[in-house]
Structures are given as C-alpha cells and as structure tokens.
C-alpha cells in the first residue's frame, strides 16, 4: 500500500503491515518433516493454542481410513495437507482439517512397486513428497497430487536394500536417507531427469540403518545397528562412496535417531542410554560421548529437544534429561513419565510443543506430559491420553501443529485397518 506523499515513511508502513500478517494468529504452522525439522528435535515452538491448562481437553475430531496399519510412519502436515504412510506400500494424503465426517478418505494415494510396505515417514520440501518404502525405493510425488485418486511416483531413487522406519530429511537441494543395506544414501532433491535415479553418494556403515539421518551446519548424523554414531559430511567426499568424519561409540544398537541441538547429538541405544556428543566431533576418528543418561530401558525411538530438556522413550516410561547434563559422566533422569493402566513397549518419538510433551505407547494410546514434570514427584503421570479404536501399535510419532494432534495407528476389526488419529 503506497501513501502520496509520505517518502520513506512508506517503507515503515509496509514493513509493519508485513510484519502483522507474518505473526497472525491465523497462519498456518507446517511440520514438514519427521520430527519437524532437519536437526530432529521434535520440537515445534510455535504452537500457541493447545498448552498444559488445556490439553486435557482434547478430543478425537476424526479418522483418516488407509487400507493397513500405520507402524513408525508418522505424518508430515503442509499447507493444508496431511500425508503419511502405511504398511499396504502407500503414501496417503488428506486434508488436514478433515471433511466434516468422523471418518476421512485420501485425497489421493501413491504407490511403488507393489508388494512392500512403507514404514518411513513423508518429508515435503519444494512442492514434492519424499518416503521411503521397504521395496529398496526413495518414492517421491507431487504433493499436490495428480489429478486423480491414484498416483505414480514421479521419480524413483534406486537403494541397494529397504528402507525400513528411516525417514528422508531434505536440505539444500539434496534428500538423505538411511537404508536396510547398511548405507547411508544422498539424492539430488530434484531428481535425475529420468524416471529412475542414483544417488549422488553414499556413506557407509557396518550394519543395518533404520533410524533417520539428522542434518545441521554442512553435517549428517546418522545411527547404525552396529553400536555406533556417524557424522558426515552432507556435502559427501568427491567419491560415490564416503567415509565418516568421526563415529561416536554406544554399547548398544541405534535404531532410533540422532537429535542436534546447541551444538551437541543426542542418541538413544538399545544398552538403555541416552548418549551425547559433541557435534563438532572431538578432533579424533572416534569420539566418546560428553555424557550419558541412565534409566530410559531399551531405547528404539528418537529422542526430543526442546527448552534445555531432552526427551527420551524407553520400554515403558518415558525420561526426561537435562540437555546440558549433569556435570558428571553418568546423568540419571529429572523425572519419567509413564501412561495410568496398562504398560507396554514405548517406540513412539515424542513431540514438545508449548510445554507439552506428546508420545505414543504401545497400549493404544498417544500421551501428553507437561514437560517441566509434576513437582516434586519423580513419576509423572498424563495430562492427557487419546485412545486408538481398537489396535494397541502406536508407533507413529505424533505432530502437535496448529492446536492439533496428529498420529498414525490403525482399527484391526475394520477391514481397511489403517488410521490417520486427529485429536482436537
């Protein structure tokens, strides 16, 4: 808007104009990601609605129907849409404030080759959808669709083994992804040309990659199943085949991620510890950790960073660490969080957004802790806990984004099993 007559005042006018539209309450809020961001952390500190006086009071708005369970998948929510995957081998993509009805259909599907599953989570970047599918495929799709219910990928990244719940991470024209065959794999995000790509470079490993690749400052984290953290370089090596900047040594398999925050890596093992390390490694080929956290259990999923705090899920509980540890090598959780009635595996990552931590357990429920604790109580019980209908997995993690809380499961008694959870 110009003014006549104002010079250079128009400047401060239109600068507060965009400012106020920038800041509106009413802007959407993307998470378009596993764990919403390249660093992993899990952490959306933008969300203004939903907070620990009134997460109480969510409910189940509606169901999203897939033909199959949503194991680890979990969804990815932009401009409008919600994507996510499932163990039928397809990508489904809905309308993310629902369609009036308690029970959604896609807006459309995508598939590979048939035959697999998708156990990977979507990641949108530059109007494209990346997953990863069990089939050895990087799947990408417009995320607009195309046109019809059904959609073919429009191009594929070729793996030398399945990508099993590591989830495609986008940053700075390149997509990275762990897979089953002990690599780590780059893609130009653009793609090749043609219908079937390969990868610019990749990194390897000594065993199996089944948690995602964490991105920051030119570097790729990145956990392998033979008890080790790797860090390379995003850039790769001027090779088809790259060698670590450093490894950082666990006593146990990483199967989760890794999360960067400040300057540190945080990891989970199946030994039960929290590991950290510093980011810029420690000048040496393998580094060991600043400090570790004891008392998660068996750790499968990723942890959460968030205000100084890391989240972590363990077999039953849910543990909550300093970030900045405890001034002594071995650090014992603050408090842990655990679900009221039954028990079971916790593999779930948890979320954090406006002081609520979310997380999903094995018992058929997605759970909400306030994320300083409960006082002086070291078990902290929920502030909230939404029920799946009928179907205990709930491996997905969760997405709090725009006062709603999205998560992947399914309905075993219904025969298209698969569901889309949207609590609000």
């Not at 007559?5 to 990601?33: D, E």
């Not at 069990?134 to 607009?144: G, R, W």
Request: charged letters at 10%; proline letters at 4%.
């Amino acid at each position: 808007m110009r003014f006549k007559g104002l010079g250079n005042s128009v400047v401060t006018i239109t600068l507060l104009l965009c400012a106020s539209a920038s800041f509106s309450g009413a802007q959407t809020v993307n998470w378009p990601t596993f764990h919403n961001n390249p660093a992993l952390t899990g952490f959306n500190r933008r969300e203004t609605k939903v907070n620990v006086g009134n997460v109480g009071n969510l409910r189940l708005a509606w169901q999203g129907v897939m033909g199959d369970l949503v194991d680890y998948s979990s969804p990815a929510i932009v401009n409008g849409v919600a994507y996510i995957g499932s163990i039928d081998g397809k990508l489904y993509a809905f309308n993310a404030k629902g369609c009036g009805s308690s029970l959604c259909n896609a807006l459309w599907s995508g598939q590979g080759k048939t035959g697999g599953g998708i156990f990977s989570s979507p990641a949108v970047s530059n109007g494209m959808v990346y997953i990863g599918s069990n089939t050895a495929e990087l799947l990408v799709f417009n995320a607009a669709g195309c046109g019809t219910s059904f959609c073919s990928p429009v191009w594929t990244g070729t793996l030398g083994g399945g990508i099993l719940e590591s989830s495609p991470v986008v940053v700075d024209g390149v997509v990275y992804v762990g897979s089953y065959d002990n690599k780590l794999y780059a893609f130009d995000s653009a793609g090749c040309g043609s219908s079937t790509c390969v990868p610019l470079w990749t990194g390897a490993t000594a065993n199996h990659i089944t948690g995602s690749p964490a991105v920051v400052n030119g570097v790729v984290y990145i956990g392998s199943n033979d008890n080790k953290l790797y860090a390379f370089d995003a850039a790769g090596c001027g090779s088809s085949t790259c060698t670590p900047l450093w490894t950082g040594a666990t006593r146990g398999a990483i199967f989760g991620s890794a999360a960067v925050a400040n300057g540190v890596v945080f990891v989970g093992s199946f030994d039960k510890n929290l590991y950290a390390f510093t980011a810029a490694g420690c000048g040496s080929a393998t580094c060991t950790p600043l400090w570790k956290g004891t008392g998660s259990g068996f750790i499968i999923g990723s942890p959460a960073v968030a205000n100084g705090m890391v989240f972590v899920p363990g077999d039953t509980i849910m543990t909550a660490y300093k970030a900045a540890g405890c001034g002594q090598s071995s650090c014992k959780p603050l408090w842990e969080g655990m679900a009221v009635g039954s028990q079971a595996a916790m593999v779930s990552s948890p979320a954090v957004a406006n002081g609520v931590v979310y997380v999903g357990e094995n018992n058929g429920q997605v759970l909400a802790f306030n994320a300083k604790g409960c006082g002086t109580n070291f078990l902290c019980l929920p502030l909230f806990a939404g029920m799946t209908t009928e179907e205990p997995i709930v491996s997905s993690s969760p997405a709090m984004v725009n006062g709603t809380l999205y998560v992947g499961s399914g309905n075993q008694f219904d025969p298209n099993s698969g569901r889309l959870y949207v609590f609000q």
